[in-house]
């Protein structure tokens, strides 16, 4: 069984920046076809960026620019550089392995003055 780890988010003011990180463990543990997603009750959950294992990225178009998504396969983790942080950008971070459909058990990011 793999998981998923989130981690990395907190309180931030407008404008600032914070890197989430998700690590992969576990027997079988491998960095597949990688996605961040976030939730917030305004909103619901929504795909924010993807990664592919060959390391083709896209991204929501409400944080083109600012967030930028990144792996390191040998180390089986996965990060997201997030910048110029704005209210609508709270919520619970998750990343999700698109190929087995597995999740980690969330961050929570707030931006807020």
């Known amino acids: 069984q793999v998981q998923l780890v989130e981690s990395g988010g907190g309180l931030v003011q407008p404008g600032g920046s914070l890197r989430l990180s998700c690590e992969a463990s576990?027997?079988?543990?491998?960095?597949?076809?990688m996605a961040w997603y976030r939730q917030n009750p305004e909103k619901g959950r929504e795909q924010v960026a993807v990664?592919?294992?060959?390391?083709?990225?896209g991204y929501a178009d409400a944080v083109k620019g600012r967030f930028t998504i990144s792996r390191d396969n040998v180390k089986t983790m996965m990060y997201l550089q997030m910048n110029d942080l704005k209210l609508e950008d709270t919520g619970v971070y998750y990343c999700?392995?698109?190929?087995?459909?597995?999740w980690g058990q969330g961050t929570q990011v707030t931006v807020s003055s």
């Open positions: 576990g027997r079988g543990a491998s960095m597949a076809f």
């Open positions: 990664i592919s294992r060959s390391g083709n990225v």
């Open positions: 999700r392995d698109m190929e087995r459909d597995y």
